[in-house]
């Protein structure tokens, strides 16, 4: 079975300073990975995707975030965040249907 | 390429009332999913669909709950004799696969559901 470890249920941080939002996976079969980000009272849209290939996936709006199988990590990062990224922030693992992490609420102070 | 769109966005009504939401996928999405998302949690996965086909249904799905997909476009999810409990927010995607190849979930802005 998958399952996802959101670390964080809360990370503030000034505007742009750097913020790392910390993901851990298990799962049983290959694995699939994505990072969704949802704002007030809207639906999830994708940030970025692991499937397969380069380790290193680069995103939406800045973000990046960094497979790492021996440590089964996907934590996603943007060197310089802006009051605009302030939303939830969601972690998720698929086979046929995503599993979803907690979440992490990102609140950026000016 | 409209998006996912879902209907009504807000609903409010009484325990014991029935109540049904609606979800258009992308145009030639085959695949349909639906989730419920609780204040401050993550969604939860409720049941999916291949085309017509349900393919998978979650045990949060309680018999209560009914989805279907009828022709293969549209969904409609119903909650019969809704309790205070199932007040969520209910999200819908859809992804078009093809061959077991996973592909990305496009999401709905959801309906809010509040029962009194």
């Known amino acids: 079975a998958q399952s996802v470890t959101q670390l964080d249920s809360q990370v503030p941080v000034f505007e742009e300073a750097p913020v790392e939002l910390r993901c851990n996976y298990s799962?049983?079969?290959?694995?699939?990975l994505f990072w969704y980000v949802q704002y007030p009272n809207q639906g999830l849209q994708l940030l970025l995707k692991?499937?397969?290939?380069?380790?290193l996936v680069k995103g939406i709006n800045g973000f990046e975030a960094e497979f790492n199988k021996s440590q089964t990590s996907f934590h996603l990062r943007k060197p310089s965040v802006h009051i605009s990224d302030t939303a939830e922030y969601f972690c998720?693992?698929?086979?046929?249907?995503?599993?979803f992490g907690q979440g992490t609420r990102l609140t950026i102070n000016p | 390429d409209t998006g996912v769109s879902q209907n009504p966005r807000h609903k409010i009504t009484k325990r014991g009332q029935n109540v049904t939401f609606r979800c258009d996928p992308i145009?030639?999405?085959?695949?349909l999913y639906w989730y419920r998302q609780t204040l401050g949690q993550g969604p939860e996965f409720l049941t999916y669909?291949?085309?017509?086909?349900?393919?998978?249904k979650s045990r949060l799905l309680s018999d209560r709950f009914s989805a279907e997909r009828p022709k293969g476009s549209f969904s409609t999810l119903e909650i019969q004799r809704t309790e205070q409990g199932d007040s969520a927010m209910y999200l819908c995607?859809?992804?078009?696969?093809?061959?077991?190849?996973?592909?990305?979930?496009?999401f709905g802005p959801g309906t809010r559901l509040t029962v009194l």
């Open positions: 995607a859809s992804s078009r696969t093809s061959g077991g190849v996973i592909d990305t979930q496009y």
């Open positions: 799962s049983s079969v290959s694995v699939y």
């Open positions: 692991y499937l397969s290939g380069s380790t």
């Open positions: 998720a693992v698929v086979a046929q249907k995503l599993v």
């Open positions: 145009s030639e999405h085959n695949r």
């Open positions: 669909f291949q085309n017509e086909a349900q393919l998978e």
